[in-house]
């Protein structure tokens, strides 16, 4: 087997083992490249089709583009999708930074969500490349009935050893995800032809190489307009991939915080 061939086989066995073990399971699928991907890898996982809801946590503030890649691939992918939405940003703890306060409203819409359909376990698209505390999550992450994470205790997963045995009241975060990094999923996209909103490609000097809500979230200068060159550019480019999102410049332990409050 070949680099990606080796992900995907752990990708999927740990989709099935989630599924296996956990009671109750949902996916979040936030609709940028690395959840379509997870989405992608689910329906492999299970002879094409997703056996559990795939969630969106809904701010009301996506893409146009986001929202019509949702509406087309939820029927053509023949997803059981369930859409919350969030509250108001002023009902969130006004200590935290603007941007931030803003993202952690897909926190609390979570929340409501777990707490509404009884969810066991939540599946979540994030890698450990993506951002410096994303690096402490664990595959299977136990966390507390409100999804808080506390990164300091968390259980050891050595040699790709994954503890699937909880307490029964425990909420699980499973990240089939972790082990890729950002030119593993767009090399497989590739490899896949998995779609893609097009916003991810360079229009007059500019794209987005990771998709939020739309008045946090800004482009990069880039000129890759297809698939090949965001690929050749990730090869040799310096630029962190959350440089356009505007909670990752304002305080150091902003993200922090939001993580361990449950934040994806």
């Not at 999708?81 to 006004?94: H, R, S, T, W, Y």
Request: with cysteine.
């Amino acid at each position: 087997m070949d680099h990606l061939d080796t992900l995907e086989s752990q990708s999927i066995y740990i989709l099935r083992e989630a599924f296996n073990r956990l009671d109750r399971i949902a996916m979040l699928w936030s609709l940028g490249k690395d959840s379509n991907c997870m989405v992608w890898l689910a329906k492999k996982a299970f002879f094409g089709h997703v056996p559990f809801p795939v969630m969106h946590i809904d701010t009301g503030k996506k893409f146009p583009e986001m929202y019509a890649f949702r509406e087309r691939y939820a029927r053509e992918w023949q997803l059981d999708l369930i859409v919350g939405d969030c509250p108001p940003v002023e009902a969130i703890d006004p200590s935290l930074p603007p941007a931030a306060r803003s993202a952690a409203r897909k926190t609390e819409g979570l929340k409501r969500m777990i707490a509404a359909k009884g969810f066991t376990g939540i599946i979540a698209g994030i890698r450990r490349d993506e951002q410096a505390t994303r690096a402490k999550e664990r595959v299977f992450s136990p966390r507390g009935t409100s999804g808080a994470w506390n990164f300091r205790d968390q259980p050891p997963e050595f040699w790709d050893q994954f503890n699937t045995t909880f307490a029964p009241s425990t909420h699980v975060r499973v990240h089939p995800l972790l082990h890729w990094t950002e030119l593993d999923i767009w090399r497989y996209t590739k490899r896949e032809g998995i779609p893609t909103i097009d916003l991810y490609f360079a229009k007059n000097g500019k794209r987005y190489r990771s998709l939020g809500d739309r008045d946090i979230t800004n482009p990069i200068a880039s000129g890759a307009a297809t698939l090949d060159q965001v690929i050749a550019e990730l090869e040799t480019t310096r630029v962190p991939e959350r440089a356009g999102r505007a909670m990752d410049h304002e305080a150091e332990d902003a993200f922090e915080r939001l993580r361990t409050d449950g934040y994806m």
